[in-house]
């Protein structure tokens, strides 16, 4: 069964160091997005991917956070310089271009900043 | 703004018997809900979703039930097994809009 693959799971950074997360969506998926969730709470959307394209970044924090999905098929979140608040998990998920509102998502890299 | 919540923060449930988790969302404009599992340390795991033109879907020992009358939804979990132990969360998104807004969730705990 094809799965959302992301990676570090973990990543421990001291503040003000910078971060990156790596996704690589289910083959096919066209749309792409980061979530961001902190203990005990649901998922926020940071960033939304169409192909190449990102279609709504309102909630990514753009002084310190990039994305990028350059060809259209895997995608960077970066984080720089990271900040206490910062740690939280780190999740990507993917949907496919069939118009399913369905996301898939991946495990996730846990990010904790000393 | 907008919000989707969840009745009960935790829940207990004996092995064998049913579950059911509830959600109340207030966007009248929903018109797709998902349930979600998630385990310790792992991302959510797609369980079931519906559409807001039906008020019932199931799967495999899993029920979704949706009221758009008083904007609430619930997952039913049958005979419940100790792997169904996990945080589970709502979501919601409106036509036209695919940003999903999930709920603080419900973590079940299934006692042997």
């Known amino acids: 069964e094809a799965e959302v693959a992301q990676s570090p799971r973990y990543k421990i950074t001291e503040k003000s160091q910078a971060v990156a997360f790596w996704c690589d ?24 991917f169409q ?22 098929v895997d995608s960077t979140l970066k984080i720089q310089p990271a900040e206490l608040g910062d740690s939280a998990m780190y999740l990507c998920a993917s949907s496919p271009r069939d118009g399913t509102d369905t996301q898939y998502f991946g495990p996730g890299t846990r990010l904790t900043v000393l | 703004g907008e919000s989707v ?22 966007n009248s404009a929903s018109d797709y809900f998902i349930w ?17 033109n039906m008020d019932k879907r199931q799967g495999q020992r899993v029920t979704v039930l949706l009221n758009k009358t008083v904007k609430h939804l619930s997952l039913q979990i049958a005979a419940t097994q100790p792997g169904d132990s996990a945080v589970y969360f709502c979501a919601e998104k409106t036509l036209g809009n695919e940003k999903l807004t999930f709920g603080t969730g419900t973590r079940l705990t299934i006692i042997p």
Do not use: M
């Not at chain 2, 009745?7 to 579950?19: I, M």
């Open chain 2, 36 to 52: 979600y599992k998630q385990e310790s340390g792992k991302g959510p795991q797609f369980i079931i979703d519906i559409r807001s």
């Open chain 1, 51 to 72: 192909d190449e394209s990102v279609v709504d970044d309102s909630q990514l924090p753009k002084d310190r956070f990039s994305a990028e999905r350059l060809k259209g």
């Open chain 1, 25 to 48: 969506p289910i083959s096919g998926h066209a749309t792409l997005y980061w979530y961001r969730q902190i203990l005990g709470q649901g998922p926020e959307l940071l960033v939304q």
């Open chain 2, 5 to 26: 919540g969840l009745h009960l923060p935790t829940l207990s449930v004996q092995e064998g018997d049913n579950s059911i988790i509830n959600c109340a969302y207030s």
